[in-house]
């Protein structure tokens, strides 16, 4: 009793009766979720997104920090995002699609045709979408919808403009102070750089993206196509000669064995570094030379894709589509997230410096204007030459849509290996565009 | 006690070679939710596909290739190593870490080394003049320097493990027959390859067989290095199958690709099993 008496404060039994019934009656006033936290987060739903590491870090920034933080509060969904190198998002969806798990929403770079008996139909996304923001433009359409089953297999919310990058002292000296503007343009000027400087042209000649996309439109400008309008096989053409005779010509006056290990960072690291005269790549050689405040910033400029012999087109950079696996578990807000994050897409076209471009051109009204005048550019008026972007860019699988087909041919590099072997003089043209024709035929055989 | 070792067979052995079995006479692409038979169809697409015809070839010349230098190679380092000097055990150390680091970091170390604009090598041989500034040679870009070099960089991984086996052979060989050899007036080279070399043989054995192997099946150098570039030149099977199944959905088509390893390296387990069983009854 004299113990008790002498001390004022709580004594052990006093401390853990109080915070015992604190405990209770918090537990009371809070529901289950106190005591049981895991029922807590039961009831709060997940969306899982994989895509890539953005070209342009702060888009990701936004991405991630912004828009999905805002999403997530608002639908009470926890959000999460993983992001891999592009070069690895073909692999990790054919995991997931194999073994039927992984995220709720899937970004690729490339239309995936051949995923489409594993992913929703994606017309009610479109049709919302549409809604709100007016049409979409048909690269889209092309990219990500297929005509014999009436479904979309994905959907895409941008694509990213594939532009010449040419050093201006250069080619000024070579006697085109405005750049190439045709192929023609291109073997000429970039033969006189290297012969005077030995500075070589960049365009890849690898199995890989960059590559794949710069020699599509190279095919397409010498009116060479893999398909027609209606999926036969149209690749073994005198136009499609014509284009593998160019890409020799191109290759052993103006080139090295270097475009036969391009990366995707290589057109990047080769125009930084001051050592290729011309790639075609998307906007972000300039915007990491403006980011890191590199001398060689305003040296590099921009221009519209070339003109070849039969027309001015290429290829989009890439093509964002998401598809949403028929086994996702949050399918309902996998779609509503894509619908919502159109609402916002201006914010993303603003967070990545224009890299990506609407589909939707409602979302961003005055695009021209917005990117006609950019103060983090020498000169500010450097992507001025984007604005007329849709008139030149157009879908894998061109004309036709990009079906299975088109999209396993694709990622079999078929295209950059056969304007490779001829380049280097290991095929001629007449025998390269028949073994292309027979892999061709090969590859759409088996998806009939 | 054999559970763990029969479920991990099974689990991760069996299992999958049962299922490329069944993908490969199937029409199994990625996105597929029914398969059919199609019989030997698989087979007979890849067989038309130059890129597999060429896989075939390099994985021979890889293989092959990087066992006769690995072989030369770790049995100048066994006999090096073999002798007492100052330093030794931090050399065995230093010569291990080709073997202990993760493959795919050595061969991105290696990417770099050979890096069209970054390479160190190129950077010293226009540094010395022996070059011009853009002239100096495309290490991956070149189909026969992208050949060595994969080759190259198979060797520099397998030497050290090679070595460890070789060394750990020859001391195990009684001092008193080198010596004897010696007092018979038999100078180095007689000894090393009249005396020692036969007796070392079911041992090289065992390091080539299990090289023949690691770099057989291996992708990892080949995707990482060159991604079977320049144009097809590097690919190899297992890469080959990764990049038509995997990559470019065709499951089916990787999986006979894959099959097609299976018989070569039946008979090398074989060799490996009787190898084995001669050395323990000797």
């Given at each position: 009793m004299g113990r008790r008496e002498k001390n004022h404060g709580l004594s052990r039994r006093d401390f853990i009766a109080l915070t015992g019934r604190s405990a209770l009656a918090l537990g009371a006033a809070s529901g289950p979720f106190f005591l049981f936290p895991e029922r807590a987060a039961a009831q709060q739903k997940t969306l899982k997104i994989l895509q890539w590491s953005h070209f342009v870090p702060a888009y990701d920034t936004w991405f991630d920090g912004t828009f999905c933080k805002e999403w997530g509060q608002k639908h009470d969904t926890n959000v999460?995002?993983?992001?891999?190198?592009?070069?690895?998002?073909?692999?990790?969806?054919?995991?997931?699609?194999?073994?039927?798990?992984?995220?709720?929403?899937?970004?690729?770079?490339?239309?995936?045709?051949?995923?489409?008996k594993q992913t929703i139909d994606m017309t009610h996304v479109y049709q919302e979408v549409e809604k709100r923001h007016g049409k979409k433009i048909d690269l889209a359409h092309k990219s990500t919808y297929n005509p014999?089953?009436?479904?979309?297999?994905?959907?895409?919310?941008?694509?990213?403009?594939?532009?010449g990058n040419w050093h201006k002292d250069w080619w000024a000296a070579a006697g085109f102070p405005n750049g190439p503007d045709t192929y023609e343009e291109l073997r000429v000027g970039a033969k006189k750089?290297?012969?005077?400087?030995?500075?070589?042209?960049?365009l890849g000649l690898s199995q890989e993206l960059d590559s794949s996309m710069a020699m599509r439109a190279l095919l397409w400008s010498f009116g060479g196509a893999e398909q027609d309008e209606a999926g036969n096989v149209t690749i073994n053409s005198r136009n499609t000669i014509e284009a593998l005779k160019?890409?020799?010509?191109?290759?052993?006056?103006?080139?090295?064995?270097?475009?036969?290990?391009w990366t995707p960072p290589s057109n990047n690291q080769a125009m930084l570094a001051g050592r290729v005269s011309y790639v075609a790549n998307a906007i972000s050689i300039t915007r990491q030379a403006e980011r890191e405040h590199l001398p060689i910033e305003s040296k590099i400029m921009v221009s519209r894709a070339l003109r070849g012999p039969v027309r001015r087109i290429a290829a989009e950079h890439v093509m964002d589509c998401y598809v949403i696996w028929d086994f996702a578990e949050n399918k309902d807000g996998a779609q509503q997230f894509l619908i919502d994050y159109i609402d916002a897409f201006h914010d993303g076209f603003a967070a990545g410096q224009f890299y990506n471009f609407p589909c939707f051109p409602h979302t961003v009204p005055d695009l021209k204007k917005e990117i006609a005048n950019d103060p983090r550019a020498t000169p500010p008026d450097k992507y001025n030459v984007l604005g007329d972007v849709l008139d030149w860019a157009t879908n894998v699988g061109y004309p036709g849509y990009a079906s299975a087909a088109i999209d396993e041919a694709f990622k079999g590099w078929v295209i950059p290996t056969t304007f490779a072997k001829v380049a280097r003089g290991d095929e001629t043209p007449e025998n390269a565009a028949k073994a292309a024709e027979d892999e061709y035929k090969r590859i759409f055989a088996r998806w009939k | 006690m054999l559970a763990p070792a029969v479920l991990y067979i099974l689990l991760l052995v069996a299992g999958p070679f049962l299922l490329a079995i069944f993908y490969a006479f199937s029409d199994a692409r990625i996105g597929n939710t029914q398969l059919h038979f199609v019989g030997l169809e698989n087979f007979r697409s890849i067989l038309q596909s130059p890129s597999f015809r060429i896989a075939?070839?390099?994985?021979?010349?890889?293989?092959?290739?990087?066992q006769i230098v690995v072989i030369i190679a770790s049995s100048i380092l066994a006999i090096a190593l073999e002798q007492p000097f100052r330093g030794r055990g931090m050399l065995r150390f230093l010569m291990l870490l080709p073997w202990v680091a993760p493959i795919a970091l050595g061969a991105i170390g290696w990417k770099w080394i050979l890096d069209s604009i970054y390479s160190v090598i190129s950077w010293v041989l226009v540094a010395l003049h022996l070059y011009k500034p853009f002239g100096a040679p495309m290490w991956l870009g070149e189909p026969h320097l992208a050949i060595a070099s994969v080759l190259l960089v198979h060797s520099w991984r397998l030497i050290p493990f090679s070595t460890v086996i070789l060394l750990a052979g020859r001391t195990a060989i009684p001092k008193d027959i080198p010596e004897a050899a010696a007092v018979d007036g038999a100078g180095f080279w007689r000894t090393e390859f009249l005396i020692l070399l036969p007796m070392m043989m079911p041992i090289i054995s065992v390091a080539v067989l299990f090289g023949i192997i690691f770099t057989f099946t291996d992708m990892t150098v080949v995707y990482i290095l060159?991604?079977?570039?320049?144009?097809?030149?590097?690919?190899?099977?297992?890469?080959?199958?990764?990049?038509?199944?995997?990559?470019?959905?065709?499951?089916?088509?990787?999986?006979?690709?894959?099959?097609t390893l299976v018989p070569l390296l039946v008979i090398i387990a074989y060799l490996m099993l009787r190898v084995a069983h001669r050395a323990e009854v000797t």
């Open positions: 999460t995002v993983d992001h891999i190198n592009l070069v690895d998002l073909p692999a990790k969806a054919a995991s997931e699609a194999s073994a039927r798990r992984g995220h709720d929403l899937v970004m690729l770079l490339s239309p995936p045709a051949a995923y489409e014999k089953t009436k479904r979309y297999f994905a959907f895409s919310d941008s694509y990213v403009p594939d532009p750089i290297r012969d005077t400087t030995g500075h070589p042209c960049g160019y890409m020799k010509a191109l290759y052993q006056e103006a080139e090295t064995p270097e475009v036969f290990t | 075939v070839r390099n994985s021979f010349i890889f293989t092959i290739g990087s060159t991604a079977g570039g320049p144009f097809d030149s590097t690919q190899v099977l297992p890469s080959l199958a990764f990049t038509l199944g995997i990559q470019g959905s065709d499951l089916a088509a990787g999986a006979a690709i894959s099959l």
